[in-house]
Nanobody, 124 residues
């Protein structure tokens, strides 16, 4: 499967953005999906995940209540709605896919496929 992330940009603190991750190739509904981010000089970190059906989601503590992950399997697309953005949310955001959901789903090394990343910059 190929993943294409989009929707990043420059936004002021308190603003919002919606990221999209479009899957092509094998049906996106075959995969559990995750969003990760990587700020300059830092390791890639977990942001959110969603199971194949969309029935289970989970979030990093730092984004809980501000970010919402969702998916539209008919469109093979996963979304990350971000509100109340903070300067510390500035990073390249990546979507990723794996065939299963388990306790490893919080770690980037568990994912088989990655999008190219989209830059989110939040100004203070």
């Amino acid at each position: 499967v190929q993943l294409q992330a989009s929707g990043g940009g420059l936004v002021q603190a308190g603003g919002s953005l919606r990221l999209s991750c479009a899957a092509s190739g094998r049906a996106g509904s075959s995969y559990a999906m995750g969003w990760f981010r990587q700020a300059p000089g830092k390791e890639r970190e977990f942001v959110a995940l969603i199971t194949r059906s969309g029935g289970t989601t989970d979030y990093a503590d730092s984004v809980e209540g501000r970010f919402t992950i969702s998916r539209d399997n008919a469109k093979n697309t996963v979304y990350l709605q971000m509100i109340s953005l903070k300067p510390e949310d500035t990073a390249v955001y990546y979507c990723a896919a794996r065939s299963t959901y388990n306790r490893d789903s919080y770690y980037p090394t568990a994912y088989d496929y990655w999008g190219q990343g989209t830059l989110v910059t939040v100004s203070s």
